[in-house]
Nanobody, 122 residues
Framework: QVQLVESGGGLVQAGGSLRLSCTAS????????MGWYRQAPGKQRELVAA???????NYADSVKGRFTISRDNAKNTVYLQMNSLKPEDTAVYYC????????????????WGTGTQVTVSS
C-alpha cells in the first residue's frame, strides 16, 4: 500500500514563506511525476507545480517566480517552497505522485495525499 504524507502547512502572514514536504512510502518500484495541487473553498482543484523524475518543472502562472518545486529521489520526497505568499494562496494543498508499484511498466497509478492547509492572512 502506497501512502503520501504531507507536512509543512500552517498560518502565515502575507509576504511570508512556507515549505511543504511530501514523502511517498510503501512498495514503490519507481516514481515518475510528482506535483502539488491546491483547492480553495468553492473552487476546483488546480495544479500548482509539477516535477518529472528528471527534474523538469512546470508551474501555474499565478505562482511563477514565487514558488519552487524540488524533489529528492533517494527519499521519495517532493518539496514546495512558497515565498511571497498572498491571501489568494490560501487553500488545501495536495501532493500527487504517478508511480510504478510493480516490475511491469503498466503498473503505474496516481496517488494522492490527504492534504495540508495553508492559510495566508492579509
Amino acid at each position: 500500500q502506497v501512502q503520501l504524507v504531507e507536512s509543512g502547512g500552517g498560518l502565515v502572514q502575507a509576504g511570508g514563506s512556507l515549505r511543504l514536504s511530501c514523502t511517498a512510502s510503501g512498495i514503490i518500484f519507481s516514481i515518475n511525476d510528482m506535483g502539488w495541487y491546491r483547492q480553495a473553498p468553492g473552487k476546483q482543484r488546480e495544479l500548482v507545480a509539477a516535477i518529472t523524475s528528471g527534474g523538469s518543472t512546470n508551474y501555474a502562472d499565478s505562482v511563477k517566480g514565487r514558488f519552487t518545486i524540488s524533489r529528492d529521489n533517494a527519499k521519495n520526497t517532493v518539496y514546495l517552497q512558497m515565498n511571497s505568499l498572498k491571501p489568494e494562496d490560501t487553500a488545501v494543498y495536495y501532493c500527487n505522485a504517478y508511480l510504478q508499484i510493480g516490475i511491469w511498466s503498466s503498473d503505474k497509478y496516481d496517488y494522492w495525499g490527504t492534504g495540508t492547509q495553508v492559510t495566508v492572512s492579509s
